[in-house]
């Protein structure tokens, strides 16, 4: 069974820093590019970067910004995102993803990825 879980999401000041992690099961991790989303009340899902299976130049693609740094981990088949100077606006459910292309595309699109885990709940107060 292909399980993602995240864990590390939690209620933080403003300015703080926070490490979230995304392990994997039930799929062959290298074999498969990872992705970052998060979706804030009221709002669409929006991603954070995306990981290809190759692993390449440029990788991983980043969406929103250098406060947001994600790492892959492929001996423990998990990804990381550390996010930095964390603001009231980062308050969101944050999600990982299996995506189902070959490279990262420049526009994140949540079809494109087909197994996601229940996210994990980072709330950011001032």
């Known amino acids: 069974q292909v399980q993602l879980v995240e864990s590390g999401g939690q209620s933080v000041q403003s300015g703080g820093s926070l490490r979230l992690s995304c392990a994997t099961s039930?799929?062959?991790?290298?074999?498969?590019?990872l992705g970052w989303w998060r979706q804030a009340p009221g709002k669409e899902r929006e991603g954070i970067s995306c990981?290809?299976?190759?692993?390449?130049?440029?990788d991983p693609t980043s969406y929103i910004g250098s406060r947001f740094i994600v790492s892959r981990d492929n001996a423990k088949d998990a990804v990381h995102l550390q996010i930095n100077n964390l603001k009231p606006e980062d308050t969101a459910i944050y999600y990982c993803?299996?995506?189902?292309?070959?490279?990262?595309?420049?526009?994140?699109?949540?079809?494109?990825?087909?197994?996601w885990g229940q996210g994990t709940q980072v709330t950011v107060s001032s």
């Open positions: 990981f290809s299976k190759t692993g390449g130049i440029g």
């Open positions: 039930g799929f062959s991790f290298n074999d498969y590019g």
């Open positions: 993803a299996r995506y189902t292309g070959y490279y990262c595309p420049a526009v994140p699109s949540p079809a494109l990825y087909d197994v």
